[in-house]
């Protein structure tokens, strides 16, 4: 009886999941809260079941993340009895770093690839699982999926371990670290068709809605606090938008659109001619920025 | 351009039709498939094709890919699809692909995982690495060059792998005119070649990367041609597994214990099918209990297949820990600590035989050795040769030791319990990938009892242990002399006997074989397979071969099951060798008629441990096939 694809990539992550819960000392789960970590969290439910999950899943806020994002985050970990960790870099909130006094790339540094950095350092995690696919970006192609890190929490792309069949080699010296990519081999379709599947629970920001914005640089952006310096004369008009990644909200450029339900936002997924990342403000640098990125401890 | 009719009904459903599109794409079934070539093939060029033509191109990377194609493309202004592909920001400088990148796309019907790999030979690694999980191997292949050094390679490579489908993808047809008589050349000569690799299926297309010539559809340039264009085969073919007989097989990867109540076993089904009732047995521990039931966070399953991650549960309170596997009662596979495997080595730092490594097999990690490198093989010829280590992408034969036993299966029968990878223990650097052809010392096949007639059966029967003597030494030693005595008297006390040399070896079973080395090691390795079923059937063979080097009378040694093999040693000093000389061979080999004549040009290994070492200058004949009786006499007759 032959599986379909999903059910091949599920039993795939399912299988990834479960080798690092055996094989490592002390692993974690990074939960971003967008729709791949809500996936991701899903099939670790499964992979355990029964049992709860064998390890904590960790958050690292950058304290600019859209109020929804919260509130969804604790009501999913308290309804799955999950040990989560929030971590914030406190550093950074002392010394007042923000995407508006300090600038997105400043910002998305210290409250977020260094903040992680710190969170790993301080609970001593040897595997962190993270939501990223393959078909994200180029350089994720290339990307192993048990994907190892130095001591400072750098990817030295040309010196990655061989992956045959799933066989995992997941053994590291003492400082070093393992992140884990389950979702590697899906696709954004296949992530969206997976959570229309399984009807698994996402952010209602993915819903359009009639939510206050305001227009800068070519992005929407959402007024979800009074954090948000509004220039002279700009006035958050309502619209109807969704959002089609989730991160900090002054960085995050919301999509007009009338998809409420989940299949109308597949509908319009399908029908749209513009990847995915093209809402995030970070991928706009060079045409090479993730790799650095990522080698310098970006997840 | 693309033809997009196919994207225009896509989209009409989707817009008319979402929940049914989604209902039916939900339904898709996967193909994994590696594409191997290099940069000179347009291999980049098909992916990116495959890519654009599947619309998987968003309007933005678009733009960026026109934008890269002005600035650094080959194409003179045009798109070069091969900037699509290629990833790494070294890579794009270089202009070559120096690892595996993974690349997705769907069609209507399947959703597909391209393993992209660098094509020359110190990338070879990595390409086996892409077809560890591939179902499909694309072949590139120039038209306007055919068959290369790197097509052998790439075909050899993926058929070790254990690829079952082979597509050939004739390319740069454009630049050949689309000449049918070209392509009918260059297929036919692949197809001669790859005879006897054993892929399952060969498909040769015909294509043109650059222009989209039967790529997803057929266009106008070939008519000639009437199969089907690429994407289309690679929709349809069919890469279920039909044995649906398949014994059931689950290594354990993780214990599932929330509560004292509760006892599963974690792990994904690498073969056969399980429902609750099944009889089953743990291994290597070779404990039996009853599938309770197969628990999933959706529900218990009445059945769970092939490739599904589970949890089963079972009636008896048996130990059970990571790395053991679960099996069907009746059909077993393997068990053993010692093994013969082909190797592909991954790593700066060459293969050390004696070297522990960690062996990872399934679940289980186990450190081991390679006790012996029997030969390596070209990647390019295909020729063995003799070595004593192994450089990175180098691949060879080895016999393996582990401290563990291992449950195992051939590779070429089910590769999840027949692959494993090497491990550094200092490093933790994965510098190996092995396959096993098969186990070395079947006497740990303890459970082979539930087939009725065995070779204990058998050789009760004949009231007989069954033994190979192993007689080894000289030209005109006196191996065939001493042997043909030694059946005599076997045959006198009644046992049953059989005596292979190279009389009745070399004119028949082996008459394809020279006197190379690597045809002597082959020599010896038939014989020694023959000589263990004449073991299983019950019967005491004796077999009389020079048999020069030490390795492979090991080899025939750890085929056979303990004190199943003695090793006799005609030791006959090379001057009476001469001088007896019957056959003259000795005379050509000193006028040099004859190469490779062992004593002379190619050495002879003496035995350094002889179970019965026979000094036949002191001695007669007679007197020599007395003192083998006495030696087995006790032990075996």
Request: a negative charge.
């Amino acid at each position: 009886m032959g599986l379909t694809h999903l059910q091949r990539l599920e039993a795939e992550s399912i299988h990834i999941i479960r080798e690092v819960a055996a094989t490592c000392a002390n692993p974690v789960m990074l939960y971003s809260i967008g729709k791949d970590s809500s996936v991701m969290m899903h099939l670790a439910l499964k992979a355990f079941y029964p049992s709860k999950l064998p390890f904590p899943v960790m958050h690292v806020d950058t304290t600019w993340k859209f109020r929804e994002m919260i509130e969804f985050r604790d009501r999913f970990s308290k309804d799955n009895n999950l040990d989560l960790i929030v971590h914030i870099n406190e550093d950074g909130v002392e010394k007042g770093v923000g995407p508006f006094s300090h600038g997105s790339a400043i910002h998305t540094d210290i409250m977020k690839t260094q903040s992680l950095k710190q969170a790993l350092n301080k609970h001593g995690f040897d595997a962190a699982f993270g939501g990223a696919r393959r078909d994200e970006e180029k350089s994720r192609a290339k990307e192993r999926i048990f994907s190892f890190r130095s001591d400072q929490h750098r990817w030295d792309p040309k010196n990655q371990r061989p992956e045959l069949w799933n066989i995992y080699n997941s053994r590291i010296q003492k400082s070093e670290s393992i992140r884990v990519f389950p979702l590697s081999n899906w696709t954004e379709l296949d992530i969206w068709q997976y959570i229309h599947l399984e009807n698994i629970p996402i952010v209602p920001l993915y819903f359009a809605k009639e939510r206050p914005v305001v227009e800068r640089d070519g992005m929407m952006v959402m007024v979800d606090d009074d954090r948000l310096p509004l220039n002279a004369g700009e006035e958050p008009i309502m619209k109807k938008v969704r959002f089609r990644t989730l991160g900090c909200y002054p960085l995050t450029g919301a999509v007009e659109s009338n998809a409420s339900s989940l299949t109308e936002i597949i509908q319009e997924m399908l029908l749209t001619t513009t990847s995915e990342r093209e809402g995030r403000a970070i991928d706009k640098d060079s045409n090479a920025s993730m790799e650095q990125k990522k080698q310098e401890g970006y997840f | 351009m693309a033809d997009k009719s196919y994207e225009i009904m896509q989209s009409d459903q989707i817009a008319s039709d979402i929940d049914g599109y989604l209902r039916d794409q939900e339904q898709k079934s996967y193909l994994r498939f590696i594409t191997c070539g290099s940069v000179d093939d347009g291999k980049s060029t098909l992916i990116g094709r495959l890519l654009y033509d599947s619309k998987l191109i968003f309007e933005d990377q678009l733009e960026s890919l026109e934008s890269d194609s002005k600035k650094v493309g080959t194409q003179g202004g045009d798109i070069d699809f091969a900037l699509l592909v290629d990833g790494l920001a070294a890579e794009r400088e270089q202009g070559i692909t120096i690892d595996v990148a993974y690349r997705f796309f769907t069609t209507e019907k399947r959703k597909f995982i391209v393993a992209d790999t660098p094509g020359h030979e110190q990338y070879t690694r990595n390409m086996a690495t892409g077809a560890s999980t591939a179902d499909v191997a694309i072949i590139l292949i120039d038209a306007r060059k055919g068959i290369l050094t790197q097509t052998r390679r790439h075909s050899f490579i993926t058929s070790l792998l254990g690829v079952k489908h082979i597509v050939v993808a004739i390319n740069k047809m454009d630049l050949a005119n689309y000449s049918k008589e070209t392509f009918d050349e260059i297929e036919r000569d692949y197809r001669t070649f790859v005879e006897d690799m054993g892929f399952e299926t060969v498909e040769c297309i015909p294509v043109s990367a650059l222009k989209g010539d039967n790529i997803t559809e057929a266009g106008e340039n070939m008519s000639w041609y009437t199969g089907p264009a690429l994407l289309k085969y690679l929709e349809n073919i069919d890469i279920e597994s039909h044995e649906d007989e398949a014994p059931f097989r689950m290594s354990v990867q993780w214990v599932n214990r929330p509560n004292l109540d509760f006892r599963g076993f974690s792990g994904t089904i690498v073969s056969g099918e399980v429902k609750p009732g099944d009889e089953i047995v743990a291994l290597p521990n070779a404990q039996t209990s009853t599938v309770k039931s197969i628990v999933t966070y959706d529900g218990e399953l009445e059945r769970a297949g092939q490739d599904q991650a589970v949890t089963i549960t079972l009636v008896d309170e048996i130990d059970i820990s990571r790395g053991d596997l679960i099996s069907e009662k009746l059909r077993r596979p393997e068990i053993t600590d010692q093994f013969q495997a082909h190797v592909i080595w991954m790593h700066d730092d060459p293969m050390l035989p004696g070297r522990p490594y960690l062996i990872k097999l399934a679940n289980k990690t186990t450190s081991g050795e390679i006790t012996d490198l029997k030969y390596k093989i070209d990647v390019n010829s295909f020729e063995h040769e003799a070595g004593k280590t192994l450089s990175l992408n180098e691949v060879g034969v080895c016999n393996f030791s582990l401290d563990d036993k291992v449950v195992y299966e051939a590779y070429k029968d089910l590769a999840a319990l027949g692959s494993f990878i090497m491990i550094d223990k200092m490093t933790n650097a994965t510098v190996a990938a092995g396959m096993i052809d098969f186990g070395l010392r079947r006497a740990t096949n303890v459970h082979w009892q539930a087939v009725d007639v065995d070779k204990s059966t058998r050789s009760k029967q004949k009231r007989q242990k069954p033994l190979v003597l192993w007689f080894t030494g000289l030209s005109a030693s006196g191996k065939s002399t001493i042997a043909n005595l030694v059946e005599k008297k076997l045959l006198a006390l009644g046992k049953h006997t059989y005596l292979l040399d190279g009389d009745n070896v070399r004119h028949g079973l082996n008459k394809d074989l020279g006197f190379v080395d690597a045809d002597r090691v082959e020599n010896i390795r038939r014989v020694g397979e023959v000589s263990k079923l004449m073991v299983d059937a019950g019967l005491i063979v004796l077999t009389a071969f020079i048999s020069p080097f030490r390795s492979e009378r090991r080899m025939v040694r750890d085929m056979l099951d303990d004190h199943e093999f003695m090793e006799v040693f005609v030791d006959t000093p090379l001057e009476i060798c001469e001088q007896r000389d019957p056959k003259g061979l000795y005379k050509k080999a000193r006028s040099g008629e004859i190469k490779n004549f062992t004593g002379f040009d190619s050495p002879y290994e003496e035995p350094e441990q002889a179970d019965i070492h026979l000094e036949t200058a002191d001695i007669s004949a007679e007197e020599a096939a007395d003192l083998v009786i006495k030696a087995i006499e006790e032990k075996y007759l």
